[in-house]
């Protein structure tokens, strides 16, 4: 009979790592030993403030209440992510979440916003039916599950401060039974007759022995590459941002519900309202354009005082070529980094290691199993990878990097997908897209890029009906948001830290 996995050590700590020693204690409990390897002198990126919805889910899969989580991070909500000149200078457009308008039928509502936008048909932009992208431009903010009538209620996420959601997730996985070892690892000694993980030996001469273990090492991956070689998959032919420039600046007004993307000459710049402070950086190509006058870019365009000196993050778009090597698994930045566009990196943690309880070995470590780990794992980030080429290749701006990036050769399963929509304004989804039809509609409607004619289905409603449900829609939901309480007063009233 095989032997079960009793003991699980995770190297890192930051997000990453504490995520998922509380998603396996939850999962677990006390059937299994879990180690936390950290030292207090290595510091973490720091830098993924923002996230998407399912990080909901997560929480109330480790029972935590969302509003003292909020409060013990500093948190904020998040309604979307504003587009500014990513299509050209000047034009702004959300990617919000949930979906825009109501569906009639089975054809989803941007395919009859399309068929009258393509008409010349008066019906304003796709997001005059977003009901987020409304609340966030009016700094509203509810949590009800529907908002009058047939309209879905809003999709939230969170704005946060990382270090503290590490540290809250810290506080109550330790509460849990998770022991934390303090120190840096010396050395990593694998078993001669297979190569597997036997132990990791510390700077204080301590050794850790362990059955599995979790790499959240950030982008060094001292386990996944330095002690097993998984080899790296370089993007940046796709994704040519290599660095980032990072500063928090204190709090300027009343706190936006959404993140703000704003199109710089060689990339572009983040803005993320926090209750505390704000996070802001600067991603850019340094084949076009050095550290120092990223960041004087960055210091030019704030709309706050900086509180600390620009830090530089160096980075390479990619992916591990295996996330699951032998005994380990690579979580965060150890497994792979595609920059924050989208707040995907939070979310890459949570699926992978969601992924990891459902394919949680013995200690036979199934190969088949394994294999098939990977092959999820490796579409995840290509479908993620593909949408964040989006951005960049669907651009009309007129400086060089821009240029290059509309010009250059982008992966096959994008220009199909283009192709397709292109033709009637359907979108191929694949079954487990972290991004859905209503994601990929927003972002090519706000790219500027267009169907030649709006599916044949839409014309099974008239004219004159189309025109009241739409016009009864946008009516209603301004109804709705001009009811709801301020962002501000929510959060004073609910989960002020």
Known sequence: MTQKIEHLVILGGGTAGWMAAAMAARTWGERLRITLIESDAIGTVGVGEATIPPLISLLRFLGLDEDLTLRNIQGTFKLGIEFDGWRREGEAYMHAFGTPGSPLGITPFYQYWLRRHLNGDPCGSLWDYSLNTQMAYAGRMSRDARI????????????????????????????????????????????????????????????????????????????IEGALKAGYEDWTHWLPCDRAVAVPTGRSGPISPYTRSTARRAGWQWRIPLQHRTGNGHVFCSAHMDDNVAARLLLDHLDGEPLAEPRVIRFTTGRRKASWVKNCVALGLASGFMEPLESTSIHLVQAVMTRFLEFFPDQGFNPIEIDEFNRRCRRDYELIRDFLILHYHANERDEPFWRDCRNMAIPDSLAHKLDYFRQHGRLLIEEGDLFREANWAQVLIGQGVLPRAAAPLTEAVGAEALAQFMSGMQAAMQRSVSAMPSHDAFIAQYCRA
């Open 148 to 223: 009058e009538g047939n309209l879905p209620g809003p999709d939230r996420a969170f704005h946060f401060d990382a270090g503290l959601l590490a540290q809250f997730l810290r506080r109550g996985c330790e509460a849990s039974g998770v022991v934390r070892r303090e120190g840096k690892v010396a050395g990593v000694n694998l078993r001669s007759h297979d190569g597997f993980i036997d132990s990791l030996t510390l700077d204080s001469g301590e050794s850790v022995a362990g059955d599995m273990f979790i790499d959240c090492s950030g982008f060094t991956g001292v386990l």
